[in-house]
């Protein structure tokens, strides 16, 4: 990444940044907004067109009830900044309208950025690489739901049950996978984020609440991560220093 | 009118053209942010084996969790019919959030799903219930990414090694956590006592890709480093069911 910087002419490097992340919001943030109205075609047509339309009583009350299971979920701000850091706009966008993020969109994104030689956070080519990776998952996910609805039922019906409830540890199995690609990148700092998520897990877990459990052993990773590589910078420094 | 033809709407042609355009425009967004990324490409020093690279993983990466929520998918294809599930489960796609709402919009109807009087309009409560939840979850993204994107941008772009930390850590800590959370069947403490299953499957994931990462550098085995998620994931899926 350093080394092509270099190579690259630092104005014309910073133009096509600001109209890459130019285009990729506007694309963004139109797309989602026809996602909210596309929404809205379903209920209309049977509610106004066809005439079912139950009163809304029921879909507020059903609709209020749900955010207090899930309301967490429509105010998820910590998400959004963590996602941000990890995958960038474009993938980001793209996994704001598909859903799945944690289980699919950031494991395509991470394991795109694995594949190729690039840093885990950053610039636009970081960002680029992870959108392609998301952008792929996104097709195959749909394909397959696609082929679930047509076919279905019918392939659970030949799926043995074990097979059926082997479908279960694929995540977990998926994220201790992840998580050791990337401990390969900086090994003392997943001993950092072993530690804070242990700790997260055992003395603090009656004290946080579990949706901002995750999003603060972030904080707290990257925290005492940077911390850590400021003192050691700092160390190098003044070991060259007394050196020369 | 009854449960059976209620479930005929819900199937019905119709149906399937209100899905439609959602189900376009999930396609139609993948499409674009493509061809914004190839445009850029060569700007950004991206080559076309990075390209190749990052869409085998990004595909490797989503068979095993894309096959995993088939299950729920399935369950919720025979209660409200295929076109509903397939444009809920492609937008958003929260398998969870889908069945509570389906749920609790049956029951502010006075009854439930699968129930002989799940009638037209109950359905029709559950559709709206349900794309409501989704237009709420779209509406943080919308306003909150182009902010929250200028601004770790300009906190990542301070220190090159700096930056590169951030990076590890948010990946490792969020990882780490999930990983860790898995050992206790996700109770979210490790207090309450540990799931032999879920904690062997982490264990031989992480081991495998380990080993895989490892063994492929050393053998210089470079369609290794793109596989050995895939390999991992069944290894650790698969050795759950010999205990």
């Known amino acids: 990444m350093e080394n092509k910087e270099n190579k690259v002419d630092n104005t014309t490097f910073e133009n096509a940044a600001k109209s890459y992340y130019k285009s990729v919001h506007f694309w963004g943030q139109l797309t989602l907004v026809l996602g909210i109205i596309f929404s809205c075609v379903a209920a209309v047509y049977l509610g106004f067109i066809k005439g079912y339309f139950p009163g809304w009583k029921p879909i507020i009350t059903a609709f209020l009830s749900i955010?207090?299971?899930?309301?967490f979920v429509f105010l998820d701000l910590p998400s959004v900044i963590t996602n941000n850091i990890l995958m960038g706009p474009a993938a980001q966008y793209m996994s704001s309208l598909t859903g799945n993020v944690a289980n699919m969109r950031l494991p395509s994104a991470l394991s795109a950025k694995a594949a190729v030689d690039c840093g885990p956070v950053g610039g636009p080519k970081e960002h680029i690489i992870a959108s392609i990776g998301v952008v792929a998952s996104t097709i195959v996910n749909t394909s397959f739901l696609i082929i679930m609805v047509v076919a279905g039922t019918f392939i659970i019906k030949i799926l043995p049950e074990n097979i059926q409830n082997m479908l279960n540890y694929i995540l977990p199995a998926l994220f201790g996978a992840i998580f050791i690609q990337f401990a390969l990148m900086d090994w003392k700092a997943s001993i950092v984020a072993l530690a804070v998520s242990v700790l997260m897990l055992t003395v603090l877990a009656s004290v946080i609440p579990t949706s901002y459990q995750a999003f603060l052993t972030v904080v707290a990773c990257i925290i005492i991560n940077v911390l850590w590589t400021n003192a050691t910078i700092k160390k190098n420094e003044a070991a060259d220093s007394t050196e020369n | 009118m009854n449960l059976n033809e209620t479930l005929k709407?819900?199937?019905?042609?119709?149906m399937w053209l209100c899905i439609l355009p959602l189900l376009s425009l999930v396609f139609f967004q993948a499409w674009k942010f493509w061809r914004i990324?190839?445009?850029?490409?060569?700007?950004f020093s991206i080559s076309s084996e990075d390209v190749r690279a990052s869409m085998r993983s990004g595909i490797i990466a989503t068979l095993g969790p894309a096959l995993s929520i088939f299950a729920v998918g399935l369950g919720l294809m025979v209660q409200i019919g295929a076109p509903l599930t397939l444009s809920r489960l492609s937008i958003i796609g929260n398998a969870m959030y889908e069945s509570f709402a389906a749920q609790f919009a049956a029951s502010a109807m006075g009854t439930t799903l699968g129930a002989e009087n799940f009638t037209y309009a109950v359905f029709t409560c559950c559709v709206f219930?349900?794309?409501?939840?989704?237009?709420a979850m779209l509406i943080l993204p919308l306003i909150s990414i182009r902010p929250v994107s200028y601004a770790t941008q300009k906190a990542t772009?301070?220190?090159?090694?700096l930056g590169r930390v951030i990076g590890t850590s948010a990946a490792l800590a969020s990882f780490g956590y999930t990983s860790l959370n898995y050992f206790s069947g996700s109770k979210y403490t490790l207090l309450s006592g540990i799931d032999a299953k879920y904690t062997i499957s982490v264990l031989v994931g992480a081991g495998s890709m380990l080993f895989f990462s490892l063994f492929g550098k050393k053998k210089k085995i470079s369609w290794m480093r793109e596989w050995s998620l895939a390999f991992s994931i069944i290894l650790g899926a698969v050795s759950t069911i010999l205990f």
């Not at chain 2, 709407?9 to 119709?14: G, R, T, V, W």
């Not at chain 2, 772009?157 to 090694?161: A, F, N």
């Open chain 2, 129 to 135: 219930v349900m794309n409501l939840g989704g237009i």
């Open chain 2, 37 to 43: 990324g190839m445009k850029y490409k060569n700007e």
């Open chain 2, 157 to 161: 772009k301070k220190g090159g090694i």
């Open chain 2, 9 to 14: 709407l819900a199937n019905s042609l119709s």
């Open chain 1, 67 to 71: 955010f207090g299971v899930m309301g």
